[in-house]
């Protein structure tokens, strides 16, 4: 939760507006960098200008369109709320057209992050260090922050669009796109550049936001692990190197947290896990844009809080209307029935108070802490709020309604009530009592169980089984009390279907399931809850959006769209 201690927010989200074909924009001010910056501070602050971007853009759309189109998540219709014109269904039907408005979100806000570090970086180029008590060292250090900071921008574009434009200064206008290619190899030449510059992580060194080297080392190689998907080279064995340079702590000191929530919590720069995060303190730099979406009206009373929700947003399904199982049916999603019964996580969220909370879901009863019942607000008007794993109109089941049977319910997209889903709190909320700790967490963008995961999946892909599970199993352990694990992973049970279970369980909500899914070759092709697989594989790239081209004519469209 810790913040950098320079000014933050110093865009706000409507000057950040800018079209993402014309760079050469007016930023801030129209004086020169020579004659702007007058202390360190005015340095940090630009330095620190494109990092509150990139808060912002860890979330919201770019979140959406990882996880509402993959298999974990849904936001159905519940009665009169949450149809939105039929945009989330097209997201889970992978029906969505280059009109979509989390699309054109992703697209500017990915070049809006390149051409505001690489604007931060003209700056400061200009400057004399020495005029501000600082070394040339200070100045390429921070150089290089940015520089990994536009990879990492232009990393997440390749992933949604394929090519994206190319561009090193602001000077250009209506560049086209180049090829995955090209792009592919622009991001790796600017990580391979910018890891030996790079520091190292200090042993004990809390995570305040910076970039060290282990960071992008991390982002190359997920640069390598998607190669597959990306431009038809399969660089596992690249990948395999990097990860395990990072295990080895060749760039730093880093080490998986003895907690399943260390990474998570309110302390958890302080975790040795945290590979790079984004900062959040309460009435600063919140990370927060969850909360509205994912949780009842009335969870402000389970919470204890005083914020507002619109329950949107919960998990999909892992039991049909009459309580069986969908296991069978397919394969993926029902992600709450992945977890083991005795895993840690799976218990109710529960704030214990002085920064400790259990758990991290909302099903079943909904209660205030002190055990009363919160009411419904819509079908469940004044009874007693009960969350299911579970998408169905069960309030219109019985004589003389709707559904004379649970047997005859459908359960769609179209048939989500108030109290449908479970919900996911992998964030921690603390009461009004200790409110100084609300949004104290800090969002863990890259975090050494990633980087076990993928050195697992590299072993797998390369043959190495055995050392697979033995990563896996690492940070499984800890999920478990005494670290006994009822299910781990073995040679004779580790297969694409169980890593695709592993990267779910691990990984919920944090914004990635798309990016897993097509690297197994499973997006398109497989089956989960009220979803059939289309088999078009142009759908492994989001189109480019109507509003990009109608400002910048030489973009060309993605194939199939």
């Known amino acids: 939760m810790k913040t950098k201690n320079i000014v933050l927010g110093i865009l706000t989200l409507s000057s950040l507006m800018i079209g993402c074909t014309k760079l050469d924009q007016e930023f801030y001010s129209q004086v020169t960098p020579e004659t702007f910056f007058q202390s360190e501070k005015d340095i940090l602050a630009a330095l620190n200008r494109p990092f509150t971007h990139a808060r912002w853009y860890l979330g919201e759309d770019r979140w959406r369109l990882q996880e509402y189109t993959a298999d974990n998540f849904a936001i159905t219709t519940k009665g009169r709320h949450w149809y939105n014109g039929g945009e989330n269904e097209r997201y889970h039907y992978h029906r969505w057209t280059q009109d979509e408005g989390w699309i054109w979100g992703s697209w500017r806000g990915t070049l809006m992050g390149v051409a505001l570090a690489l604007d ?8 004399d260090y020495t005029r501000f008590a600082l070394t040339e060292d200070d100045k390429q250090a921070h150089l290089n922050q940015l520089n990994t900071l536009a990879a990492f921008f232009y990393l997440r574009g390749l992933d949604y669009f394929g090519g994206m434009p190319i561009f090193t200064t602001l000077e250009g206008e209506s560049l086209p796109r180049n090829t995955d290619a090209e792009l592919f190899a622009h991001i790796e030449s600017i990580l391979q550049t910018a890891i030996p510059l790079l520091p190292n992580k200090e042993a004990g060194a809390a995570e305040q936001g910076e970039l060290k080297a282990a960071a992008a080392v991390s982002m190359l190689a997920r640069l390598y692990f998607n190669a597959e998907a990306y431009i038809g080279k399969p660089m596992y064995q690249e990948c395999m190197q990097l990860c395990q340079a990072i295990v080895d702590q060749q760039h730093g000191s880093y080490s998986l947290d003895q907690n399943w929530h260390g990474p998570h919590g309110f302390s958890n720069h302080q975790s040795p896990e945290i590979i790079w995060s984004i900062p959040s303190e309460f009435n600063k730099l919140q990370y927060d844009w969850f909360y509205a979406d994912f949780y009842h009206y009335n969870s402000r009373q389970f919470f204890d809080q005083d914020m507002g929700a619109n329950n949107g947003a919960h998990l999909t399904p892992s039991r049909r209307p009459d309580s069986t199982l969908y296991a069978g049916a397919f394969r993926l999603g029902s992600p709450f029935e992945k977890f083991a019964a005795t895993d840690l996580r799976k218990r109710p969220y529960r704030y214990l108070g002085n920064g400790t909370y259990e758990g991290m879901f909302i099903n079943g009863p909904h209660r205030t802490r002190t055990g009363g019942a919160i009411n419904g607000g819509e079908e469940y008007r004044d009874q007693p709020l009960i969350f299911r794993d579970q998408v169905g109109r069960f309030s219109e089941v019985g004589p003389g309604k709707r559904y004379p049977t649970i047997a005859d319910l459908p359960s769609t997209m179209a048939n989500g009530e108030e109290n449908t889903g479970v919900r996911l709190v992998k964030v921690p909320i603390p009461t009004l009592a200790e409110n100084t700790l609300r ?28 050392g697979a599970a033995e990563l896996i199993n690492a940070v499984r352990r800890r999920n478990f009390t005494g670290g006994a694990d009822p299910n781990p992973v073995t040679v004779a049970n580790l297969d694409k279907y169980r890593f695709l279970d592993e990267w779910s369980i691990e990984f919920l909500g944090e914004g990635r399931r798309r990016t897993d899914l097509i690297r197994w070759d499973a997006f398109v092709t497989e089956a989960w809850w009220d979803h059939q697989p289309s088999n078009s594989r142009h759908l492994h790239r989001f189109p480019v959006p109507t509003e990009a081209i109608s400002g910048n004519n030489n973009l060309e469209q993605n194939p199939g769209y």
């Open 120 to 127: 931060a970086k003209t700056d400061l180029e200009k400057l």
């Open 439 to 466: 949004w104290g967490a800090d969002n863990p963008a890259i975090r050494l169980a990633e980087i076990y995961y993928m050195l697992a999946e590299c072993k797998w892909r390369t043959g190495d089984i055995a």
